[in-house]
C-alpha cells in the first residue's frame, strides 16, 4: 500500500462508505456519490468524462451534467484530501486527458475483496478442503452490510447490483450445500429456510433444503418442501418444479415409500420420437440379460437432449421376468459419499432381504472409505455385486454418472469386463465431455444427437396438437437446435402464446438453461455469454476483441463448451448448437448490464479496428445511447456504412436524433447524412434536411440539403411546397452556381403543376433538358 492511499477502507457492498485513517469521510450527495462509486469500481484505471456522464445519469443526462462531473470530482478531492492545496495535483483522484482516475488498491475495496475471496473458496474446492471453502465463503458474506451499492442512482449503479447480488446469492447458496456436507444440517437448514423466504421460485435453494432435511433424518419435511414449491409455482407462473427438484424427490421417496418412485410413473411416449434405434438397443439388452449375456451401455449428450427421458420412457417399469431393476441419480452433493449411487441403485431394487442385506454390506464399507480404515473396498464391492447376480439377472442404471461420487466410478470400471460373462446389464447416461467419465468404459457409446427435422416436428406436434403455423414450427426448429427439451418448452410457450395465454414457460425455460450452464467453470460462461451478444455466429477473433483474450486462450477456455455439446466450431465461428441458448444468455442480462456490455463492445471493436458493420451491430443491439465521441466515430465511417448497410446506419441516425442528450455540434454532424439516407431511399427527409439547412455555415451542405427538402415535397406531391423552396433559393443566390442549375431546372419541371403563371428565371436550353443530379455522394 503506497503512502498515498494508506488507511483507506471503501465500502460498496451496503450503503457506500468510506474511511480514511480510522475517520468516516462524507461522500455528499447521491450523484457525487454514484460518480464516486464509479471509480471505485475502476480503480486504477482511467474513466472518461463521458463514461462517467452515461454510467450515473445514462439517456436522461442534463445539459450539465458535465459541469456536474466535474464540481462532484473537485469536491470528492477535498474530502479525501483536505489537505491537498487548491492548485496541486490530486494524488488519490487525479485527472488528465478528459479522464479521472481513483488510485486506490484493490484490496481497499470491499467488492475487490469479496471476489478475491470467492476465488480462493474455489481454489480450495479444487483441492478437496471443504472446511478451507467454507471459511473462505464466510469471510466473503461477512463483508455484505446490506444491498450493493444501496441508494445509488444511475445504470451503472443498477448493473452493479444486479451483479453483485448474483454473486451474493450463489455464495450463500454454495455455502449452505458446505455446511450440508460437512453434516452441519441444522446451521444448512436454518440458512437455507431464511434464503427461500426471500426468493421463493429458486428452485436450487429448495433442492439444497431437500438434501438438507433428508441427511438430517427429516424425510418427510424435505417432500414438504417440494410439494410446497409446487403449489406456488402452479399458481404464480404455471409451471411444475423443474427436473433437478424432481429427481432429488425422488431420492427421497426411494427411501419414504419406493412404491412412488418409479420412474416410469412420469413416462411420456413422446420422448421416445426420433429414438428409435436407442429404443430398440435397449429392449435388446434387457432381453438378453434376461437369458444371462449382459452388457454396459452408456448414452451422452448435452443437456436436456433425451438422456433421462429415453431411460425412463424406455426401459420397461417392471423388468423381464426373474430379473432385478435398481435406479440410482448421481447429483454434486452426492459425491461427499462413497459407493453413494451403487447403494441407491442396489437400494431401489426392491428384492427384498437379498437387497436389504447387500445395502447394508454396501454402507458398511462406505463407513470404512470415508474413515479409512478399510481395505480395499472398490474390490469387496465388486465381490458382492458378482455374488448379487449369481442369484438373479441385475440391471443398475445410473443417470448423470458424471456426478457420482469416485467409488461407485471405479466400481462401475471394474465391473465392466466381467458384465458380459454375468446376467449384468449396466445402464448409464452422462453429459458429453465430461472429464470425469472419460475413463469409464462402456461396451457401447451412443452420443444422442439432436433431432433430425421431421422428428423434432413430430415432437412438436406431439406437444401441442393445435400448433400449425409452419413459420412458428420453423422457427421453435431453428430457436431449438433439434433439442427435445428445448422443442417441448418453446412448443408449449408459442401454443400458449397463440391461445393469449400468459406464457410462464419462458421462466421455466430461463432457469433450465441456467441450470445447464452452471456445469461450466465461470470463465467459460463469460465467454459464452461473449459470444451471445456478438451474434449467433461470430469468430474467435471477434471474441479476443472485445475481451482482450488471446484466440488460443479463448480456445481452451471454451473447451468445456465444446466438449459438452453446447458450443460448435464451424470453420473460423463459434455457434450455438441451441440458438435459444444464445437468447437466454442475451436477453436474461439485467438492460443496464445489456446496454453497458453493447457499449464496451463496440468501443473494443472499433478500437481494433473491426469492420463499422459490426460496431454499428453492438450500438443497434442494446439500444446503446450515442455520445459525441461515438457520433465522431460514425460519421467517420459513413460513406462505407451507406454503401455496405444502409439499412442499418439509418436506423441508428434516427436513433441519435431521438436523443436529447446528443450535443448540437454532433447533431450536425449526423443530421446531413440522416436526410441523404432517407432521401435515398424515396423516404420524407424534409424535417431532417430542412434543420440542418436553418443552422449551416457551409453553402454548399445548405443547399444540398435545401435541395433534398424539394425533392422530398416533390415526391410527396407537395410541389407548391417544393416551388416555395426554389424560388427562394434563386432569388437569394446564395448558393454555389451549380445549384443554382438545379434549382431552374426543378422549377422549369414544377411550373406546370402550379397555379398561376409563375416566372420562370432564365435558363439556357442545355440546362432545361438536364438531367436530375443525385446527391447521395
Known amino acids: ?190 440458512a437455507l429456510r431464511a434464503l427461500v423466504a426471500q426468493h421463493p421460485l429458486q428452485e436450487s435453494l429448495h433442492a439444497t433444503l431437500m438434501s438438507a432435511l433428508h441427511a438430517s433424518g427429516r424425510p418427510n419435511e424435505a417432500l414438504s418442501v417440494h410439494d410446497q414449491l409446487r403449489e406456488v409455482l402452479i399458481q404464480e407462473i404455471g409451471t411444475e418444479p423443474g427436473a433437478a427438484l424432481r429427481t432429488v424427490r425422488s431420492r427421497i421417496l426411494a427411501e419414504v415409500d419406493p412404491a412412488r418412485s418409479t420412474p416410469a410413473a412420469t413416462a411420456d411416449p413422446a420422448a421416445l420420437i426420433g429414438r428409435d434405434a436407442e429404443v430398440e438397443l435397449l429392449h435388446r439388452a434387457v432381453a438378453e440379460v434376461a437369458t444371462g449375456r449382459g452388457a454396459s451401455i452408456r448414452f451422452e449428450g448435452p443437456p436436456g437432449i433425451g438422456k433421462s427421458a429415453l431411460l425412463h420412457v424406455a426401459l420397461p417399469g417392471a423388468p423381464a421376468a426373474g430379473c432385478r431393476m435398481g435406479w440410482g441419480v448421481a447429483d454434486e452433493l452426492a459425491q461427499r459419499m462413497p459407493l453413494g449411487v451403487l447403494v441407491e441403485c442396489i437400494e431401489s431394487a426392491n428384492s427384498g432381504d437379498t437387497s436389504r442385506g447387500l445395502v447394508r454390506q454396501l454402507l458398511d464399507l462406505a463407513a470404512e472409505a470415508l474413515d479409512g480404515s478399510g481395505l480395499d473396498p472398490v474390490r469387496r464391492a465388486v465381490e458382492l455385486i458378482r455374488e448379487a447376480v449369481t442369484e438373479a439377472p441385475l440391471i443398475l442404471i445410473a443417470d448423470d454418472l458424471q456426478w457420482a461420487d469416485a467409488a461407485s466410478l471405479q466400481v462401475w470400471t471394474a465391473l465392466h469386463p466381467v458384465a458380459r460373462r454375468l446376467p449384468l446389464l449396466l445402464i448409464a447416461a452422462a453429459r458429453s465431455g465430461s472429464a470425469e467419465i472419460s475413463g469409464v468404459p462402456a461396451d457401447t457409446v451412443i452420443v444422442l444427437p439432436p433431432l433430425p427435422p421431421v422428428a423434432a416436428t413430430a415432437l412438436i406436434r406431439a406437444i401441442a396438437p393445435q400448433q400449425r403455423d409452419p413459420e412458428t414450427i420453423r422457427r421453435v426448429l431453428t430457436e431449438a437446435g433439434g433439442n427435445p427439451y428445448y422443442l417441448r418448452q418453446l412448443a408449449m410457450s408459442r401454443a400458449r402464446d397463440a391461445a393469449g395465454e400468459r406464457s410462464a414457460l419462458q421462466n421455466e425455460l430461463v432457469t433450465a438453461v441456467g441450470a445447464h450452464l452452471a456445469s461450466l467453470p465461470e470463465e467459460t460462461r463469460q465467454i459464452l455469454r461473449a459470444v451471445a451478444f456478438l451474434g449467433n455466429p461470430c469468430t474467435v477473433a471477434d471474441v479476443a476483441d472485445v475481451t482482450g483474450r488471446r484466440a488460443d486462450e479463448l480456445l481452451h477456455v471454451v473447451a468445456p463448451a465444446l466438449a459438452a455439446g453446447m458450443l460448435i466450431e464451424s470453420g473460423p465461428h463459434l455457434v450455438f448448437r441451441h440458438p435459444v441458448m444464445a437468447w437466454v444468455l442475451h436477453e436474461g442480462t439485467p438492460t443496464a448490464l445489456r446496454v453497458m456490455l453493447h457499449r464496451s463492445f463496440a468501443e473494443r471493436i472499433a478500437t481494433a479496428g473491426g469492420a463499422p458493420q459490426r460496431v454499428v451491430a453492438q450500438l443497434l443491439a442494446g439500444p446503446v445511447p450515442l455520445d459525441d465521441v461515438a457520433s465522431r466515430w460514425l460519421v467517420a465511417h459513413l460513406p462505407e456504412l451507406a454503401k455496405q448497410a444502409p439499412e442499418d446506419a439509418l436506423i441508428l441516425l434516427q436513433r441519435a436524433w431521438a436523443q436529447r442528450t446528443l450535443s448540437v455540434e454532433a447533431r450536425m454532424m449526423l443530421t446531413p447524412w440522416l436526410a441523404r439516407l432517407l432521401y435515398q431511399q424515396g423516404r420524407n427527409a424534409v424535417a431532417e434536411a430542412g434543420w440542418v439547412a436553418a443552422r449551416s455555415a457551409d453553402l454548399q451542405l445548405e443547399a444540398e440539403m435545401l435541395w433534398i427538402a424539394a425533392c422530398s415535397h416533390e415526391r410527396s406531391g407537395e410541389v407548391i411546397a417544393a416551388a416555395d423552396i426554389a424560388r427562394s433559393v434563386l432569388s437569394e443566390r446564395r448558393v454555389p452556381a451549380p445549384w443554382l442549375d438545379r434549382f431552374r431546372v426543378m422549377m422549369a419541371r414544377l411550373r406546370p403543376g402550379l397555379p398561376g403563371a409563375a416566372t420562370i428565371p432564365y435558363m439556357s436550353r442545355s440546362m432545361l433538358l438536364g438531367d436530375e443530379v443525385s446527391v447521395i455522394r
Not at 43 to 50: D, G, I, R
Open 1 to 190: 500500500m503506497t503512502a498515498a492511499n494508506e488507511g483507506i477502507d471503501l465500502r460498496l457492498l451496503g450503503p457506500v462508505r468510506a474511511w480514511r485513517d480510522g475517520a468516516e469521510l462524507n461522500l455528499g450527495s447521491a450523484r457525487r456519490t454514484a460518480v464516486f462509486s464509479v471509480l471505485a469500481l475502476h480503480t486504477k484505471h482511467a474513466v472518461s468524462l463521458e463514461q462517467l456522464v452515461a454510467d450515473v445519469w445514462g439517456e436522461d443526462a442534463p445539459a450539465s451534467a458535465a459541469g456536474n462531473v466535474y464540481t462532484y470530482v473537485s469536491a470528492l478531492r477535498q474530502v479525501l484530501e483536505p489537505a491537498r492545496g487548491r492548485w496541486s495535483a490530486g494524488q488519490l483522484l487525479a485527472s488528465g486527458g478528459g479522464s479521472y482516475c481513483l488510485h486506490v488498491d484493490e484490496q481497499d475495496v470491499d467488492v475487490f475483496r469479496f471476489e478475491a475471496l470467492r476465488e480462493r473458496s474455489k481454489q480450495h474446492r479444487a483441492r478437496g478442503d471443504r472446511a478451507a471453502e467454507c471459511a473462505a465463503l464466510e469471510a466473503a458474506m461477512q463483508l455484505w452490510h446490506g444491498p450493493a451499492l444501496a441508494g445509488v442512482p444511475g445504470p451503472f449503479a443498477e448493473a452493479q447490483r444486479v451483479r453483485l447480488a448474483e454473486l451474493r446469492l450463489a455464495t450463500v447458496e454454495r455455502h449452505a450445500a458446505l455446511l450440508v456436507e460437512l453434516g452441519r444440517h441444522d446451521e444448512a437448514i436454518a
